[in-house]
């Protein structure tokens, strides 16, 4: 939910299931979800079924290091969280649910064990996470905001703990923690509600501390059947101690040297112990350990050697006994849920779970056979049962004929520029394809399912094995060639390829090893190093290859131990290699020569200096997921462990464009709707790919496309901006910057044609050139990508054909469906997509293919079958809120988008082999319907037709009547598929199907910086409210309401600030959601005055980081204020408000304003902000008129009502030399429509015929206002004679129209500088009044007006025609 773009990411598997080396496991409390950890820093989550059947869901993509433990963290059933931590100390807070991460936080020591503990204070649960890990105490942290509370800590022999137990206790309301420290000492802490209250950080000391002599203590679990005894587990033996006073009961040595890992109680008197290889024994304890026996306790302090107890029998381990890398997680589960479950699970190094039920009666004669395991499965194995199996991204181009499975791809990059993908495989060959047309085919069902090797594609051949790394330096800085694609591989050696003509550049072979990673160095590194790139080797060395002197300029090869990180120092010209085993070297770019190499705390230093020197060092690349990309790919594990966490971070602020580039800047806009990421878990695998669609900007893309369509030469920057903003519905931010963008593009294209046909590409201006159009429009990307492949198709539209099929819910409407297929080009998926879902901090949910199988019974029947036939397009909305949201959200935005687009069809793409026409009149310049084009440049062909096009393209239709027909019904298409996804879902999947989307994530964007996003949200957001009726409303405030701020003193006072910390979090969805709901219902009272209060301090809260000046919270609050304005005005100081919206205004070129009261008024209003106010309203003065434009056209008859204080303000912002220059008419054309408004040039005189039955008469020149009064009613209209020497003033109401003559001395108008005019009323008549035409208010504007024939004739004009004429 974090920042602020709806970015969907979509994943292509591939055969090989990733590894998934168990670390952790933990059952969630309804034994409904298995969640296990890995080694690589993932999480998988596993459905599991009442009868045991298991189904792996997600994979969760976020911690950068081995997840060393997991912990449920809350206790309500309805809110399914848990809390991972990884050895590099991050924290982090998901909901099992979803995927999401709500909450992460790196603190500076791992943890190894976390437990959860709730209590109660008065009516609320409190939940609390007890930690321990590499540090001398426990920590306590809050289990929602992942805060340290306080710790508890040890005053004799501090020492790590290995493992811990909390003890509830029945009897009293204290609870206590035991824990066993790393050297044997047993240490007790009471902990109280009172305790858990006082939120300083006093740590709590230890009630007692006793040595026990358990070295290795691998867990400690206490009896939950007798709450008398604590079973403590070491590696080579296992004892039993009272839970009273820890006096030994019983103590059992392991036999045959095996190592035990951890045990617990399944019974009052059994206990199950497992060990390192896997297998778990069951033993019936002695009676002397057992409370409810008379012998309890008759053996302590005595020699304990003839009572072993008796081995029940063991249970089995795994069937296959195949070696595995580190020994497997085995836990003990029980409880009492739907149905009670004693369970023991394991988890190993191959991503394999098993299960084994306990039985409660066991008979000791089974020993010999042990129990068998009741489920097992791994990821591979569930990866192979699915039909059709899960597909990578080229599977279709790399089937060799006799191996099974298609070639593996080890290493990808995509080019956003060209959308094209690059793929290296396991055979040494690199694969250049079209990235939406290989999704198109792996995901969707079409006539492209026949074609053998499609889509068209380029291979290069050179390497003679894996390709180990790709680099496409272009894209990381546009100092680099387009052409130029750098692979290295397995052979040792890097080739430059050129990726237009598909040839091999060169061929480096420098190195002694495989290479592991190639870098592109910094911008500001010497002029010979900037056109190189940096390739490192598992020989542990690293070389500078120049890719213009296509030699190696540098070699530094003397490393022993595996190289970690790089880093750059450009401004001595240093190069720095960290190494593995922490030392670092200094070499010197230039000459090639080692400067230094440091150990310790000097090597520390020196990577962190060459930090501070180049803060955009590695962070400045042109796309957010390169930074992951290259954590992901390129690097040894190692390595990827350091460097990941702060290239997540950026990728977090970068990829969900953050809240404070929220103003809508375009060109600062990565243009790039579809970004294809690859990733692996770990280094041997294949790639898995993912598909980041980012919604806004396909959304932006398709408009842009749209508005260029028309022949863009023709068109004037001025008129461009002009259409745009009016063709946008008035308000979207980004309208302005569009469409001066878009002209910047059409330019660049237009130079780029001229360029391309008398510049040969080797031209240094034509180097010079490419970077400068860097981020120019798509259409002229692709027209340069021709050479890649000879397949022409439109990128834009092909990633919202993918998305769109992808998302739309198939089979629930299936005329809706056919309608999709024929008339909008749409396909249907012919497997289960697999979504993800990205949350705060870039951290991700991955779907594993089928994860919408139903689990258990089903499994294996032919039902299972069924299910995959209506899985596709329904599965999504039934997995999870926080994805139904994001995906409706984006369905139901894009097809407005395409609904607003003349033609938007997918259909008639490059797969139709029609015969090559120009395009007809009615298909736009960039025709969707775009035949293969002939050999010839398509590009002139296009050019002549267009002019045609262009005339009738501005109205949306054209003269021919069939597209006009297609045209209407392919819209009509587009908003049947937005209402049935915002309106009919619920009703059509079934409640128990579908998963309703969260107030809360539609609440932040129902003010989105995206408009067509806004739209949606807002559509959902009510459409949801509705779906709940009165008491899901009531729910939802009674939910939020405690979130508001109590605010004790008036808004704007100084001690505001302090709350700004609680409004910055909880606000933004309380304020939502509370604001709508409470339109409807008006009977809230307190809950009222505290929202509108939260309100008014988001919107005059001043910028800071946490609120930026435009965001989306704060624009939320103006919408809201505005909308609830009624309810909220007697809490508001009204001025105050108004000053704050024009504060605003004024900074931005175009943001939103509401109505101004008369300056005057306000200035008046206190002394003390008169200063402020007066600047603000100076530069706000555009704005204001801009307001008054927009009310006149929309609220006239209030207007009208107001007329002579509009004109105070209208005076006040129009500069009075340009009125004297250019005349009212043409300064301001909206008031001069009222009939009760006269100009008179020569003397520079404005009339303005007030509702009390005044005229108010402005001078222009002085600025000084008079004002006359003549009638009894409101005045309907006024007329200056042609000469200006008469004023003629008609009031419909008093049906009297009078004559007023202006003054004129001998000096003619010049005398009146000084003076006031003096007015005299030299004639009145009567007139019978005019009839309104209907009782409509707008008529009574328009009921007559005056017209002056000559300097003494003038006709009243009334609107049915008649006419009265008069004369002075």
Known sequence: MAGNSLVLPIVLWGRRAPTHCVSSLLLMDGATVIVTGCHDGQICLWDLSPDLQINPRALLFGH??????????????????????????????????????????????????????????????????????????????????????????????????????????????????????????????????????????????????????????????????????????????????????????????????????????????????????????????????????????????????????????????????????????????????????????????????????????????????????????????????????????????????????????????????????VCGRQDGSVVIVPATQTAIVQLLQGEHMLRRGWPPHRTLRGHRNKVTCLLYPHQVSSRYDQRFLVSGGVDFSVIVWDIFSGEMKHIFCVHGGEITQLLVPPDNCSARVQHCVCSVASDHSVGLLSLREKKCIMLASRHLFPIQVIKWRPADDYLVVGCSDGSVYV????????????????????????????????????????????????????????????????????????????????????????????????????????????????????????????????????????????????????????????????????????????????????????????????????????????????????????????????????????????????????????????????????????????????????????????????????????????????????????????????????????PTRPPRPGTPELARAKPPPPPVSSQGQIKQVAPAAASNLESGHSDTAPPLHSCFLVNEGWSQLAAMHCVMLPDLLGLEKFRPPLLEMLARRWQDRCLEVREAAQALLLAELRRIEQAGRKETIDAWAPYLPQYMDSVISPGVPTEAAQTGTASPESVGTEGKVQEEEQDLGDDDIAAGKALTFLLLQPPSARLPAHSTIRRTAIDLIGRGFTVWEPYMDVSAVLMGLLELCADAEKQLAKWVHRHTALAANTQSQQNIHTTTLARAKGEILRVIEILIDKMPTDVVDLLVEVMDIIMYCLEGSLVKKKGLQECFPAICRFYMVSYYERSHRIAVGARHGSVALYDIRTGKCQTIHGHKGPITAVAFAPDGRYLATYSNSDSHLSFWQMNTSLLGSIGMLNSAPQLRCIKTYQVPPVQPASPGSHNALRLARLIWTSNRHVILMAHDGKEHRFMV
């Open 64 to 421: 950068t290091a081995s997840v060393t433990c997991l912990s449920k963290a809350s206790a309500s059933s309805e809110k399914q969280y848990i809390v991972s931590a990884s050895e590099s100390g991050e924290m982090c807070l998901w909901d099992v649910n979803d995927g999401r991460c709500i909450e992460f936080t790196k603190l500076a020591c791992a943890h190894t064990g976390i437990q959860f503990y709730q209590f109660t204070v008065g009516s609320q649960r409190e939940g609390r996470l007890l930690c321990h890990g590499h540090y001398p105490e426990i920590l306590v942290v809050d289990a929602t905001s992942l805060e340290v509370l306080y710790s508890l800590i040890s005053k004799i022999s501090p020492d790590w703990i290995s493992s811990m137990s909390i003890i509830r206790s029945n009897r009293t309301q204290e609870d206590t923690v035991v824990a066993v420290s790393v050297t044997g000492i047993l240490k007790v802490w009471i902990i109280t509600s009172e305790v858990s209250r006082l939120q300083d950080t006093t740590p709590v000391f230890e009630e007692e501390s006793k040595p026990i002599y358990c070295q290795n203590c691998q867990s400690i679990s206490f009896c939950a059947f007798t709450q008398r005894s604590l079973l403590v587990v070491c590696s080579k033996y296992w004892r039993v101690f009272d839970a009273g006073d820890y006096s030994l009961l019983c103590s059992v040595p392991s036999e045959n040297s095996q190592t035990w890992t951890g045990g617990d109680f399944v019974a009052a008197d059994k206990v199950i112990v497992w060990t390192e290889d896997g297998q778990s024994f069951i033993y019936k304890l002695p009676a002397s350990c057992l409370p409810a026996s008379d012998s309890f306790r008759r053996d302590v302090g005595k020699a304990v050697e003839n009572l072993i107890p008796p081995l029940l029998y063991s249970v089995l381990d795994r069937a296959e006994k195949q070696l595995l890398i580190c020994p497997p997680v085995t836990r003990f589960f029980c409880g009492q849920g739907e149905f009670s479950y004693k369970l023991l699970i394991q988890g190993d190094s191959s991503g394999r779970l098993c299960i084994w039920s306990v039985p409660d009666a066991l008979e000791q004669q089974e020993s010999a056979r042990g129990l068998p395991s009741t489920t097992s499965i791994s990821l591979q194995e569930a990866f192979d049962e699915l039909s059709p199996r899960p597909a990578g991204i080229i599977d279709q181009l790399s089937v060799v004929p006799g191996l099974g499975e298609p070639l593996r791809g080890t290493a990808s990059v995509y080019i956003p520029a060209h959308g094209r993908l």
């Open 587 to 914: 070499w010197q770019m230039d000459t090639g020569a080692l400067d230094r190499c440091v150990m310790g705390i000097t090597a520390v230093e020196i990577l962190n200096a060459c930090d501070e020197a180049v803060p955009a060092a590695m962070d400045a690349l042109s796309h957010p997921a390169v930074n992951l990309k290259q954590a992901m790919t390129r690097r040894s594990l190692a390595a990827l462990k350091n460097v990941a966490h702060q290239k997540l971070q950026t990728l977090a602020t970068n990829l969900l464009a953050s809240e404070a580039s929220d103003k809508g800047n375009l060109p600062k806009y990565s243009h790039n709707s579809l970004m294809v990421q690859a990733i692996k878990t770990n280094l041997t695998d294949p790639d898995i790919h993912v598909l980041f669609f980012d919604v806004e900007a396909l959304i932006i893309q398709l408009l842009t496309e749209e508005a260029s369509r028309p022949n863009a030469a023709l068109v004037s920057p001025e008129n461009l901006q002009k259409a745009s903003g009016a063709s946008d519905k008035g308000g979207s931010f980004l309208a302005g910057k569009r469409a001066a963008v878009l002209f910047q593009q059409v330019k660049e294209t237009i130079k780029e044609n001229i360029k391309e046909h008398l510049l040969d590409d080797e031209d240094d201006e034509d180097d010079a050139l490419r970077q400068r159009r860097e981020d120019g429009d798509p259409e002229y990307r692709a027209s340069k990508s021709k050479p890649l492949t000879l397949l022409e198709y439109n990128l834009t539209m092909d990633t919202a054909k993918l998305f769109m099929s992808c998302l739309h819910a198939w089979g629930l409407n299936s005329g809706l469906d056919e309608l999709c297929l024929e008339r909008l080009g749409m396909l249907k998926p012919h497997c289960s997509v697999s979504f993800g879902l990205v949350s705060r901090g870039g951290h991700m949910s991955l779907m594993l293919p089928g994860y919408n199988r139903p689990v258990g019974g089903a499994g294996g029947e032919p039902g299972g079958k069924v299910s995959g036939a209506e899985g596709p397009g329904k599965g999504t909305y039934g997995v999870s809120r926080a994805v139904t949201t994001q995906h409706l959200l984006s369905v139901i935005s894009l097809a407005n988008t395409l609904m607003s687009m003349t033609n938007a069809t997918f259909i008639g793409d490059h797969m139709k082999k029609g």
